[in-house]
């Protein structure tokens, strides 16, 4: 196991409905010295790659995608969930649909922060049906700029989003995988990845 | 005038309405750099205090927050904005009104990651009149923890927020107050700050 998962068996908590808590350490109080790893392993495993700027979606995921952008040297863009009376100008939109929340947002970026020459690592917390995920690819390609990979800190590869996005032919780097999960017993199984 | 001063001047919009755009820096896309910066310089003017949590609330204040919470040497926590069906179990709850948005704002604090005894850092990105602020206060002391500071990085100082928070007694350090804008030049006046 890697330090990602051993923290996931200690800390997280499986419950009824596919869900996985990890609020205790990631997407709620938040250790950061994890996370500043957790950076640090994303740039491991995408140095070889020319990425001159971080992408993630509010919330969760800026704070992950901050210490990854630190060790790269480049900036980070976060893409806004609803339009901010403080957004103004042309925008890149894409519609997502949360499984989490159950609704559909629209995912925008300002075209002045991605564009065209822009060589982008997609940085997520999640990854699970992959519709948020999908959406950050759109803006991305339909900004012209180009994904170099994407990082995510859990996927919960016994849902279609992972697959789905290796399928298209995308570098998808996942710290854990959970393929599967019982709430009776608490235990969790991680996928076997190669080094 | 202080590294953040200088990045506002250089890169912050003025526009009409009071809106300060720092959507280059610090809200939207982020340099990581100044916000770790930013976080070295909280760390230096509330290190005598005992803090043992950084509280924000999303989205934007994660990312100051997370530097903040790395050179503290402590967790993060933040605030949520509506309720999500992965939280459950018991809540610290404020209802605050968004400025910004102009909506009101359910915040969630799960009653597992703070409560008596915490000594607490309050970070934000912007003070204008307060009120998401005042709903992290209101969080804090209804959990029984202790208000040890706050910290912001631009407070407007033409609006209530700032005069409210000190004249209620709160140790409230902003990192650059604008005292005026003006739209038509695109300057920023700032407060003079004692060192």
Redesign the interface.
């Known amino acids: 196991m890697n330090f990602l998962e051993e923290r996931i068996v200690k800390d997280g908590i499986v419950?009824e409905g596919n869900?996985l808590?990890v609020?205790?350490f990631l997407n709620?109080?938040?250790?950061?010295?994890l996370?500043?790893r957790m950076g640090k392993e994303f740039y491991e495993r995408f140095k070889d790659k020319p990425i001159n700027k971080i992408l993630t979606i509010?919330?969760?995921g800026?704070?992950i995608a901050?210490?990854a952008?630190?060790h790269f040297g480049v900036?980070?863009?976060?893409a806004?969930k609803s339009k901010?009376?403080?957004?103004?100008g042309d925008m890149h939109v894409a519609e997502v649909e949360s499984f989490?929340?159950?609704c559909k947002n629209q995912v925008i970026?300002?075209k002045?922060?991605l564009g065209e020459g822009d060589r982008v690592l997609i940085i997520d917390d999640f990854l699970a049906n992959g519709c948020a995920l999908q959406g950050l690819i759109s803006i991305t390609e339909g900004a012209g700029a180009t994904v170099e990979g994407i990082g995510i800190a859990i996927e919960k590869g016994f849902q279609i989003g992972g697959r789905v996005i290796r399928n298209l032919g995308y570098h998808l780097e996942s710290l854990a995988i959970v393929d599967d999960m019982d709430p009776a017993t608490g235990t969790v199984k991680f996928r076997e990845q190669m080094k």
Chains 1, 2 share one sequence.
């Open positions: 419950k869900v808590k609020d205790s709620h109080q938040m250790d950061v010295e996370l500043d509010e919330a969760s800026i704070a901050c210490f952008a630190k900036p980070m863009v976060f806004k901010s009376v403080n957004i103004d989490t929340h159950k970026v300002s002045r922060f």
